[in-house]
């Protein structure tokens, strides 16, 4: 699989879907797991016009769960919980057959095992400009030392000593991945005049593409968008760290995994990185998208990052926007309605 991420169906490059296919005569009832109080008023919305029944469901998607999809051939589901064997075991007995997933990634979900149990997989495609913007949002501000300067001035510190900051043009960024969300941010970055360098297993972008080691040992920026699967587990080893130049800064809007936080820790600790802008994190997972005021992480990579001055860190959120939901429920829906059409029974 090429390391840019996959838009549509599991493990094909296919462009989001421009229409619904036409619909059967009875409404489609479609399970929705994980549902947001955001994402429900977005399937209530669009559910007259797809011809769909949504049963909303605010609780993830689990074993315990499973059968309040019982009369539902389909299920959308979010990306924050893992769908285990165990769940899709559960899924089939209810009677599912399909998984539609609200996310371009597809890693936490059994993909193998739900096939062999005759559960068929699908992604959805949104605007890639979401991640792309939050991406450059990132670079610019690790390149500017934002976080310090920030901190300094909420404490009414408004020096200017040790915060002076580079200028993209002046750097070479290193994109790893060239999707949809990888080449917008290629797009973007051409527009402030630095070199950009690319890498990805299958290639196919009109980009300067060059190895991956080649590309460490000439970028300033490294910025990652490929999938998470086992050819991309902690793509960035310490070994691969070891090769990045003195100074420079990694920026991960991708999957968390794709970097071996130890090894990353240990670069950023002993100043040989500049930097890390970081939208998701190895063990994430029961961490982001709860209230954790009052269970500080004690003694986690987590709160190590964190601690460090050069390390910006958000919760996941680069995906999170007005446009990027929209496209992703509808894209959901629509996925639910042509698995139905190209498998109708009888």
């Known amino acids: 699989m090429a390391y840019g991420e996959p838009a549509g169906t599991v493990e094909r490059r296919t462009p989001p879907p421009a229409a619904a296919p036409t619909a059967e005569a009875s409404t489609l009832g479609v399970t929705v797991y994980g549902c947001g109080q955001d994402e429900a008023v977005l399937f209530r919305t669009m559910a007259p016009r797809l011809g769909v029944l949504p049963t909303i469901v605010e609780a993830a998607v689990s074993e315990a769960t499973a059968e309040l999809a019982r009369g539902n051939r389909c299920i959308s589901v979010g990306h924050k919980a893992p769908v285990t064997r165990a769940t899709i075991r559960a899924l089939s007995e209810a009677g599912?057959?399909?998984?539609?997933?609200?996310?371009?990634?597809?890693?936490?979900?059994?993909?193998?095992?739900?096939?062999?149990v005759g559960i068929s997989v699908g992604n959805v495609a949104y605007s890639p400009d979401s991640v792309a913007d939050y991406t450059l949002m990132l670079m610019l501000m690790a390149v500017r030392n934002v976080k310090s300067v920030l901190s300094r001035a909420d404490a009414h510190d408004y020096r200017l000593h040790n915060v002076r900051g580079r200028e993209l043009r002046d750097l070479t960024v290193?994109?790893?991945?060239?999707?949809?969300?990888?080449?917008?941010?290629?797009?973007?970055?051409?527009?402030?005049?630095?070199r950009v360098l690319t890498y990805d297993s299958q290639p196919g972008a009109v980009a300067d593409y060059v190895p991956l080691d080649e590309l460490l040992r000439r970028s300033d920026i490294v910025t990652l968008h490929t999938p998470?699967?086992?050819?991309?587990?902690?793509?960035?080893?310490?070994?691969?760290?070891?090769?990045?130049?003195?100074?420079?800064v990694v920026i991960n809007t991708g999957r968390g995994a794709l970097i071996d936080t130890e090894a990353l820790i240990a670069a950023l600790e002993g100043g040989r990185l500049g930097g890390a802008a970081l939208d998701v994190v190895e063990g994430e997972e029961g961490i982001f998208y709860a209230d954790r005021r009052d269970s500080p992480l004690e003694n986690?990579?987590?709160?190590?990052?964190?601690?460090?001055?050069?390390?910006?860190?958000?919760?996941?959120?680069?995906?999170?926007?007005?446009?990027a939901l929209r496209d992703t429920i509808e894209n959901s829906v629509i996925n639910c309605l042509r698995f139905e059409s190209e498998n109708r029974r009888g």
């Open 96 to 116: 599912v057959a399909y998984i539609s997933t609200r996310s371009i990634g597809y890693d936490h979900i059994d993909v193998t095992f739900a096939e062999k």
């Open 174 to 194: 290193g994109v790893v991945g060239t999707g949809r969300i990888g080449i917008a941010v290629i797009d973007r970055l051409r527009g402030f005049g630095c």
């Open 228 to 248: 998470l699967n086992p050819g991309t587990y902690h793509l960035l080893d310490q070994d691969r760290i070891g090769q990045l130049p003195p100074g420079a």
């Open 300 to 323: 986690s990579a987590l709160s190590r990052l964190q601690s460090l001055p050069n390390v910006i860190i958000s919760p996941h959120t680069a995906y999170y926007t007005d446009h």
